[in-house]
C-alpha cells in the first residue's frame, strides 16, 4: 500500500492505509443528490418517470420510447416493487427479439440504449463531476439470471464528459462475453483525455455469475483531473461480500474542453454488427434484457 499521499494545489485524496481502510467514511463530503424510485410511479410511462427525476436532478431522455422510428410504443421503464430491499426500484428493458428491435434515440444502426443521466443545466451541476472535484457516487444494480451481455460492449454506468472531448466515455462498467457465450464477466474500462493517457480495461474478469439475480452496491471515488484518482468497490448486498475493492493513482480523470462530467446509468449495448433493414436482427446472442436500479447518491468534497 502507498504510504503517501498525493499533495496539490488541487484538492487531493489521502492514499495513505489508515486513510484506504476507512475510505467510504463520508463524513467530510456533503451529499449533493438522491434519487429513489417512488410508489407513485407505478404503471407511469416515461413522461412521468423523467418528470420525477427532472425535480431531484437527472433526467430519462434517451431511451426507445422518444423515436416513432424506434419503440415509441414500448415499455422500457418502470417501478416495480423489490422484495428484498423492502421498496421501489426503477426497472429498465431493452429488447431485442424476433418483433421489436430497441434502437439509440430513433436509429437502428449498430447499438441500442436505455439509459438516465445526470442533468447539465446550471441548476443541477453539482451533481456532476467539475475539475478538481473529489466525487463519490454510489448506487445499487441488480442483473437477472442468465443476462447474456454482448460480444462488444454493454454499459450499465457511464462517466461521460460534456463538451470538449466528449467521445467515448472515461470510466465505464461494461459486461462482456466471448462470441461462443463463454466468459461473462464485467469489465472496468478507462479511457483518458488521449491515447497515451488510456488504461483501457483495467478490470477484468469478474464473473457475471456473481453479479447475477443479485443485489450490488457500487462506490466508485473520483477526483477529476488529468492526474487523478479512481477506486471502485462492488459490494454484494446478500452476503455483505466484496466482489472488487481496487483504486488507481495517476489515472487521467478529465478532458480538454469539458465543462463537466455526468454520470449515466441503464443498459446501451451493441448488437455486434450494423443491421441491413428493419427487419434484421443481432446473431451476437443478445436477446430482451433488464437492469433494476435504486438508491443513486451523490457526494462532493470541494
Known amino acids: 500500500m502507498n504510504k503517501t499521499c498525493i499533495i496539490s494545489l488541487l484538492p487531493a485524496i489521502c492514499l495513505c492505509a489508515s486513510c484506504q481502510t476507512n475510505w467510504q467514511n463520508l463524513k467530510a463530503y456533503t451529499q449533493k443528490g438522491s434519487l429513489r424510485a417512488d410508489s407513485g410511479l407505478v404503471g407511469k410511462g416515461h413522461k412521468e418517470i423523467n418528470a420525477f427525476m427532472n425535480v431531484l436532478g437527472w433526467n430519462y431522455t434517451e431511451h426507445p420510447n422518444i423515436s416513432a422510428n424506434d419503440h415509441p410504443d414500448g415499455r422500457h421503464c418502470e417501478v416495480v416493487f423489490d422484495k428484498e430491499l423492502g421498496q421501489y426500484v426503477f426497472r429498465f428493458t431493452l429488447h431485442a427479439n424476433g418483433e421489436h428491435l430497441d434502437g ?124 487523478g484518482t479512481f477506486r471502485i468497490e462492488m459490494r454484494r448486498i446478500r452476503d455483505n461480500k466484496i466482489l472488487v475493492d481496487k483504486s488507481f493513482e495517476h489515472i487521467d480523470l478529465w478532458r480538454t474542453g469539458a465543462t463537466n462530467i455526468r454520470n449515466k446509468f441503464g443498459l446501451y449495448r451493441s448488437y455486434g454488427r450494423k443491421m441491413a433493414d428493419k427487419n434484421d436482427r443481432p446473431d451476437n446472442g443478445i436477446k430482451d434484457e433488464t437492469i433494476d436500479l435504486a438508491d443513486l447518491r451523490v457526494y462532493e468534497k470541494e
Open 104 to 227: 439509440d434515440r430513433g436509429k437502428r444502426d449498430d447499438r441500442q440504449r436505455n439509459e438516465m443521466k445526470s442533468q447539465t443545466s446550471g441548476q443541477w451541476l453539482h451533481l456532476n463531476g467539475n475539475i478538481g472535484e473529489t466525487q463519490v457516487l454510489r448506487w445499487k444494480f441488480k442483473l437477472p439470471k442468465h443476462f447474456c451481455p454482448s460480444t462488444k460492449f454493454c454499459h450499465i454506468h457511464q462517466l461521460k464528459a460534456q463538451e470538449g472531448n466528449n467521445g467515448a466515455p472515461l470510466i465505464t462498467i461494461s459486461t462482456r462475453c466471448e462470441r461462443n457465450g463463454n466468459n461473462r464477466r464485467i469489465q472496468v474500462i478507462h479511457t483518458g483525455d488521449t491515447r497515451q493517457s488510456s488504461k483501457g480495461v483495467i478490470i477484468d474478469n469478474l464473473p457475471l455469475g456473481d453479479f447475477e439475480d443479485q443485489w450490488i452496491e457500487v462506490t466508485t471515488q473520483m477526483l477529476y483531473r488529468h492526474d
